[in-house]
Protein backbone atom coordinates (compact mmCIF):
# COMPACT_ATOMS: atom_id res chain seq x y z
CA UNK A 1 0.00 0.00 0.00
CA UNK A 2 2.94 2.33 0.23
CA UNK A 3 2.35 3.83 -3.55
CA UNK A 4 -0.96 4.13 -3.45
CA UNK A 5 -1.53 5.66 -0.08
CA UNK A 6 -4.21 7.90 0.55
CA UNK A 7 -5.67 7.08 -2.87
CA UNK A 8 -7.00 3.37 -2.36
CA UNK A 9 -8.62 1.78 1.09
CA UNK A 10 -7.80 -1.81 2.46
CA UNK A 11 -11.36 -3.80 3.18
CA UNK A 12 -12.36 -7.06 3.79
CA UNK A 13 -14.04 -9.04 1.04
CA UNK A 14 -15.07 -12.54 0.48
CA UNK A 15 -13.22 -14.57 -2.14
CA UNK A 16 -15.61 -17.34 -4.02
CA UNK A 17 -13.89 -19.09 -6.69
CA UNK A 18 -14.47 -22.85 -8.49
CA UNK A 19 -14.20 -25.79 -6.92
CA UNK A 20 -16.76 -25.67 -3.77
CA UNK A 21 -17.49 -21.78 -3.79
CA UNK A 22 -16.81 -21.63 -0.80
CA UNK A 23 -15.61 -18.35 1.30
CA UNK A 24 -12.11 -17.12 1.57
CA UNK A 25 -11.65 -14.23 3.54
CA UNK A 26 -8.96 -11.29 3.12
CA UNK A 27 -8.45 -7.97 2.37
CA UNK A 28 -8.59 -6.19 -0.53
CA UNK A 29 -7.54 -2.59 -2.42
CA UNK A 30 -10.14 -0.16 -3.28
CA UNK A 31 -10.03 2.87 -5.47
CA UNK A 32 -11.08 5.90 -3.12
CA UNK A 33 -13.92 7.52 -4.62
CA UNK A 34 -15.00 11.13 -3.35
CA UNK A 35 -17.42 13.76 -3.98
CA UNK A 36 -15.17 17.20 -5.31
CA UNK A 37 -16.85 20.47 -5.58
CA UNK A 38 -15.13 23.12 -7.98
CA UNK A 39 -16.11 26.63 -6.32
CA UNK A 40 -14.75 29.39 -8.20
CA UNK A 41 -14.59 32.63 -6.52
CA UNK A 42 -16.97 31.55 -3.58
CA UNK A 43 -19.93 30.38 -6.38
CA UNK A 44 -20.06 26.53 -6.74
CA UNK A 45 -19.96 25.14 -10.28
CA UNK A 46 -19.78 21.70 -10.42
CA UNK A 47 -19.83 18.64 -8.39
CA UNK A 48 -17.42 15.33 -9.68
CA UNK A 49 -16.99 12.05 -8.21
CA UNK A 50 -13.15 11.40 -8.40
CA UNK A 51 -10.00 10.28 -6.54
CA UNK A 52 -8.69 12.19 -4.14
CA UNK A 53 -5.06 12.71 -5.22
CA UNK A 54 -3.43 15.92 -7.54
CA UNK A 55 -6.38 17.90 -7.32
CA UNK A 56 -4.65 20.51 -8.10
CA UNK A 57 -3.67 19.18 -11.42
CA UNK A 58 -7.85 18.17 -11.78
CA UNK A 59 -8.49 21.39 -10.86
CA UNK A 60 -6.86 23.33 -13.34
CA UNK A 61 -7.06 20.77 -16.06
CA UNK A 62 -10.31 21.05 -15.99
CA UNK A 63 -10.75 24.87 -15.45
CA UNK A 64 -8.66 24.82 -18.92
CA UNK A 65 -10.74 21.89 -21.19
CA UNK A 66 -14.58 23.46 -19.99
CA UNK A 67 -13.33 26.76 -21.31
CA UNK A 68 -13.71 28.69 -17.43
CA UNK A 69 -10.17 30.01 -18.08
CA UNK A 70 -8.16 30.23 -22.18
CA UNK A 71 -4.64 30.35 -19.76
CA UNK A 72 -3.26 28.88 -16.80
CA UNK A 73 -2.18 31.96 -15.31
CA UNK A 74 -5.64 32.95 -14.98
CA UNK A 75 -6.05 30.34 -11.93
CA UNK A 76 -3.96 33.18 -9.25
CA UNK A 77 -4.83 30.36 -6.11
CA UNK A 78 -6.23 27.02 -5.46
CA UNK A 79 -7.24 26.11 -1.39
CA UNK A 80 -8.61 22.46 -1.27
CA UNK A 81 -10.77 22.00 2.21
CA UNK A 82 -11.84 18.53 3.54
CA UNK A 83 -15.03 18.63 4.54
CA UNK A 84 -17.65 16.15 6.22
CA UNK A 85 -19.18 15.23 2.88
CA UNK A 86 -15.99 15.55 0.82
CA UNK A 87 -13.75 17.76 -0.25
CA UNK A 88 -14.26 21.41 -1.93
CA UNK A 89 -11.49 23.50 -4.14
CA UNK A 90 -11.91 26.75 -4.22
CA UNK A 91 -10.13 28.45 -6.85
CA UNK A 92 -9.92 31.89 -7.01
CA UNK A 93 -9.89 32.89 -10.60
CA UNK A 94 -9.47 36.26 -12.89
CA UNK A 95 -12.29 38.66 -12.70
CA UNK A 96 -13.10 38.33 -16.45
CA UNK A 97 -13.22 34.46 -16.78
CA UNK A 98 -15.44 34.78 -13.77
CA UNK A 99 -17.97 37.39 -15.21
CA UNK A 100 -18.12 34.93 -18.23
CA UNK A 101 -19.17 31.72 -16.19
CA UNK A 102 -21.73 34.27 -14.47
CA UNK A 103 -23.23 34.73 -17.73
CA UNK A 104 -22.75 31.31 -18.60
CA UNK A 105 -24.48 30.28 -15.03
CA UNK A 106 -27.42 32.69 -15.77
CA UNK A 107 -27.82 31.94 -19.50
CA UNK A 108 -28.90 28.35 -18.02
CA UNK A 109 -30.88 29.14 -14.89
CA UNK A 110 -34.54 27.86 -14.45
CA UNK A 111 -34.25 25.87 -18.26
CA UNK A 112 -34.72 22.70 -19.21
CA UNK A 113 -31.04 20.72 -19.04
CA UNK A 114 -30.27 18.04 -21.74
CA UNK A 115 -28.30 15.66 -19.39
CA UNK A 116 -24.42 17.00 -20.25
CA UNK A 117 -22.88 18.89 -18.33
CA UNK A 118 -25.44 21.25 -18.03
CA UNK A 119 -26.15 21.91 -21.36
CA UNK A 120 -29.30 23.92 -21.99
CA UNK A 121 -30.62 22.49 -25.53
CA UNK A 122 -29.27 19.54 -28.02
CA UNK A 123 -27.26 22.66 -30.00
CA UNK A 124 -25.18 23.57 -27.08
CA UNK A 125 -23.94 20.22 -26.81
CA UNK A 126 -21.53 19.81 -29.19
CA UNK A 127 -18.88 22.74 -28.71
CA UNK A 128 -16.75 23.99 -31.48
CA UNK A 129 -13.33 22.32 -31.46
CA UNK A 130 -10.00 24.63 -32.03
CA UNK A 131 -7.60 22.73 -34.66
CA UNK A 132 -4.68 21.26 -33.40
CA UNK A 133 -1.15 20.31 -34.89
CA UNK A 134 -0.70 16.13 -35.30
CA UNK A 135 2.82 15.15 -34.42
CA UNK A 136 4.37 12.75 -36.62
CA UNK A 137 3.97 9.59 -34.19
CA UNK A 138 5.09 6.71 -35.12
CA UNK A 139 3.86 3.01 -34.59
CA UNK A 140 7.09 2.19 -32.59
CA UNK A 141 6.38 5.01 -30.00
CA UNK A 142 2.94 4.09 -29.71
CA UNK A 143 4.14 0.26 -28.89
CA UNK A 144 6.59 1.77 -26.35
CA UNK A 145 4.32 4.12 -24.38
CA UNK A 146 1.71 1.72 -24.47
CA UNK A 147 4.32 -1.18 -22.88
CA UNK A 148 4.95 1.01 -19.82
CA UNK A 149 1.73 1.94 -19.10
CA UNK A 150 0.98 -0.37 -16.50
CA UNK A 151 3.76 0.19 -14.84
CA UNK A 152 2.95 3.61 -14.22
CA UNK A 153 -0.24 3.24 -12.55
CA UNK A 154 0.02 1.76 -9.30
CA UNK A 155 -3.36 2.50 -8.42
CA UNK A 156 -4.78 0.16 -11.10
CA UNK A 157 -2.36 -2.53 -9.93
CA UNK A 158 -3.49 -2.24 -6.23
CA UNK A 159 -7.19 -1.95 -7.13
CA UNK A 160 -7.99 -2.92 -10.71
CA UNK A 161 -10.80 0.30 -10.74
CA UNK A 162 -8.74 3.38 -11.74
CA UNK A 163 -8.17 4.86 -14.93
CA UNK A 164 -4.37 6.49 -16.22
CA UNK A 165 -4.16 9.16 -18.51
CA UNK A 166 -0.41 9.85 -19.73
CA UNK A 167 2.12 12.21 -21.32
CA UNK A 168 4.12 10.71 -24.10
CA UNK A 169 7.20 12.32 -26.26
CA UNK A 170 7.43 11.23 -29.68
CA UNK A 171 10.16 8.29 -28.52
CA UNK A 172 7.13 6.57 -26.28
CA UNK A 173 8.35 7.35 -23.17
CA UNK A 174 5.87 8.45 -20.70
CA UNK A 175 6.68 11.46 -18.91
CA UNK A 176 3.23 12.49 -16.44
CA UNK A 177 0.74 9.92 -15.52
CA UNK A 178 -2.32 10.54 -13.73
CA UNK A 179 -4.82 8.58 -11.89
CA UNK A 180 -8.27 8.96 -11.10
CA UNK A 181 -11.32 6.65 -10.49
CA UNK A 182 -12.89 9.11 -13.61
CA UNK A 183 -11.54 9.08 -17.03
CA UNK A 184 -12.15 12.49 -17.79
CA UNK A 185 -10.43 13.13 -14.42
CA UNK A 186 -7.75 11.18 -15.15
CA UNK A 187 -7.09 13.59 -18.53
CA UNK A 188 -7.79 16.48 -16.98
CA UNK A 189 -5.36 15.99 -14.34
CA UNK A 190 -2.76 15.06 -16.54
CA UNK A 191 -3.76 17.98 -18.61
CA UNK A 192 -3.78 20.29 -15.67
CA UNK A 193 0.03 18.82 -14.91
CA UNK A 194 0.76 19.45 -18.31
CA UNK A 195 -0.07 22.71 -18.03
CA UNK A 196 2.21 23.61 -15.62
CA UNK A 197 5.33 23.76 -17.88
CA UNK A 198 6.28 25.15 -20.77
CA UNK A 199 6.03 21.58 -22.24
CA UNK A 200 5.71 21.64 -25.95
CA UNK A 201 2.16 19.79 -27.19
CA UNK A 202 3.44 19.30 -30.72
CA UNK A 203 6.32 16.93 -29.35
CA UNK A 204 4.09 14.42 -27.83
CA UNK A 205 1.12 12.88 -27.35
CA UNK A 206 -1.87 11.73 -24.99
CA UNK A 207 -2.35 7.85 -24.00
CA UNK A 208 -5.61 6.59 -22.25
CA UNK A 209 -6.70 3.42 -20.94
CA UNK A 210 -10.01 4.08 -21.82
CA UNK A 211 -11.73 4.49 -24.58
CA UNK A 212 -11.55 7.68 -27.17
CA UNK A 213 -15.11 9.26 -26.60
CA UNK A 214 -16.01 13.29 -27.78
CA UNK A 215 -15.29 14.60 -24.13
CA UNK A 216 -11.76 12.74 -24.59
CA UNK A 217 -10.85 14.51 -27.84
CA UNK A 218 -12.29 17.92 -27.19
CA UNK A 219 -10.41 17.99 -23.70
CA UNK A 220 -7.22 17.16 -25.69
CA UNK A 221 -7.67 19.29 -28.97
CA UNK A 222 -8.76 22.17 -25.87
CA UNK A 223 -5.67 22.00 -24.46
CA UNK A 224 -3.47 22.18 -28.01
CA UNK A 225 -2.94 18.28 -27.67
CA UNK A 226 -2.59 16.80 -31.66
CA UNK A 227 -2.43 13.13 -30.97
CA UNK A 228 -4.85 11.09 -28.80
CA UNK A 229 -4.11 7.26 -28.59
CA UNK A 230 -7.03 5.49 -26.21
CA UNK A 231 -6.41 1.66 -25.31
CA UNK A 232 -10.51 0.71 -25.85
CA UNK A 233 -12.31 1.99 -29.28
CA UNK A 234 -13.12 5.55 -30.11
CA UNK A 235 -17.12 6.53 -31.13
CA UNK A 236 -18.06 7.61 -34.23
CA UNK A 237 -18.59 11.61 -32.83
CA UNK A 238 -14.83 11.30 -31.75
CA UNK A 239 -13.62 10.62 -35.05
CA UNK A 240 -15.88 13.42 -36.00
CA UNK A 241 -14.36 15.77 -33.88
CA UNK A 242 -10.44 14.25 -34.66
CA UNK A 243 -11.64 15.24 -38.27
CA UNK A 244 -12.68 18.63 -37.64
CA UNK A 245 -9.39 19.64 -35.33
CA UNK A 246 -7.03 18.16 -37.40
CA UNK A 247 -6.42 15.68 -34.36
CA UNK A 248 -4.60 11.73 -34.77
CA UNK A 249 -6.58 9.38 -33.37
CA UNK A 250 -5.42 6.08 -32.38
CA UNK A 251 -7.20 3.20 -30.59
CA UNK A 252 -7.51 -0.32 -29.78
CA UNK A 253 -4.07 0.06 -28.68
CA UNK A 254 -2.92 -3.19 -27.78
CA UNK A 255 0.64 -5.12 -27.80
CA UNK A 256 1.69 -5.85 -31.31
CA UNK A 257 -1.42 -3.81 -32.97
CA UNK A 258 -2.94 -0.58 -32.96
CA UNK A 259 -6.06 1.47 -35.51
CA UNK A 260 -5.80 5.08 -36.48
CA UNK A 261 -9.36 6.39 -37.22
CA UNK A 262 -8.00 9.51 -38.49
CA UNK A 263 -4.62 10.54 -39.33
CA UNK A 264 -4.46 14.62 -40.75
CA UNK A 265 -1.33 14.07 -42.92
CA UNK A 266 -2.06 12.76 -46.51
CA UNK A 267 -1.73 9.38 -47.07
CA UNK A 268 0.40 8.02 -49.24
CA UNK A 269 -0.40 7.00 -52.57
CA UNK A 270 -0.59 3.49 -53.89
CA UNK A 271 2.32 1.82 -55.71
CA UNK A 272 1.65 1.80 -58.94
CA UNK A 273 0.63 -1.69 -60.36
CA UNK A 274 3.73 -4.08 -61.43
CA UNK A 275 4.13 -4.95 -65.15
Known amino acids: MTDVAGRAERLPVEEHREPGWGAIRRDD ?15 SHAVMMASPSDLEDFALGFSLTEGILEHPHELYDIEVRHEENGIALHLDIASQRMAELRQRRRSLSGKTGCGLCGTESLEQAIRPIPSVTAPDLGDAAIQQALSRLREHQPVQAATGASHGAAWCNLAGDILIVREDVGRHNALDKMIGALARNTTDRKAGFALVSSRASYEMVHKCAS ?5 LVAVSAATSLAVTQARAAGLLLVGFARPGRHLVYHRPTAEPSPAPAAG
Open 29 to 43: DLTLEVPVALIYNGI
Open 223 to 227: AGIGA
